[in-house]
């Protein structure tokens, strides 16, 4: 069973940057695609990018300038990476991986807990 | 972006009533090889977002088949034939056909 769980600060400062990793067990990193999704208390949620274990990255254009994904096959780990961040940034943030299947569908199959990250002084 | 509409936001169903959720895109979701590219997630109270159904109406391994989905191009329907106590949560509709995916605002389903 393949697992995910976001690690990183639960509290960051306003303006400075955001960090979370996503450790993956149970199978490899490799051959998929990963996630970021985020969920602001009580409200939806916003996909932020994904990154492919080769590498190759696609950002919500909203966030684009803000954001960096990056991937370490060797720890079975991926990052985020989010700078700059506002009070608008409190979220839940989720990891998920996403399967590409029939006719190219892409889902996200499977999900971390997800993490509570808050901005504030 | 597409955007991604849901009606209702909220859902009170008694249990082993129907429930419907309805999905509305900006653009069309059916792609040239004519498969629709809607996804449909559930997140119950305190867990993260599960899939049920994939390309507008497959379901995923593991869901039950009281969960159906159809649809036409922009308008598509989660259906539940029996409402169970255990489908309550927060139904979202997902739209995987470009980047960024996007999200309705979400129906949250309740029992009576």
């Known amino acids: 069973q393949v697992r995910l769980q976001e690690s990183g600060p639960g509290l960051v400062r306003p303006w400075e940057t955001l960090s979370l990793t996503c450790t993956v067990s149970?199978?490899?990193?490799?051959?998929?695609?990963w996630s970021w999704i985020r969920q602001p208390p009580g409200k939806g949620l916003e996909w932020i990018g994904y990154i492919y274990y080769i590498g190759s990255t696609n950002y919500n254009p909203s966030l684009k300038s803000r954001i960096t994904i990056s991937v370490d096959t060797s720890k079975n780990q991926f990052s985020l990476k989010l700078s700059s961040v506002t009070a608008a940034d409190t979220a839940v943030y989720y990891c998920?991986?996403?399967?590409?299947?029939?006719?190219?569908?892409?889902?996200?199959?499977?999900w971390g807990q997800g993490i509570l990250v808050t901005v504030s002084s | 972006d597409i955007v991604m509409t849901q009606s209702p936001l909220s859902l009170p169903v008694t249990p082993g009533e129907p429930a419907f959720i309805s999905c509305r895109s900006s653009q069309s979701l059916l792609h040239s090889n004519g498969y629709k590219y809607l996804d449909w997630y559930l997140q119950k109270p305190g867990q993260s977002p599960q899939l049920l159904i994939y390309?507008?109406?497959s379901r995923a391994s593991g869901v039950p088949d009281r969960f159906t989905g159809g649809g036409s191009g922009t308008d598509f329907t989660l259906k539940i034939s029996r409402v169970e106590a255990e489908d309550v949560g927060v139904y979202y509709c997902m739209q995987s056909l470009q980047t960024p995916h996007t999200f309705g605002q979400g129906t949250k389903l309740e029992i009576k």
């Open positions: 149970g199978d490899s990193i490799s051959g998929f695609y």
């Open positions: 998920a991986r996403h399967k590409v299947g029939v006719a190219g569908s892409t889902v996200f199959d499977f």
């Open positions: 390309l507008g109406s």
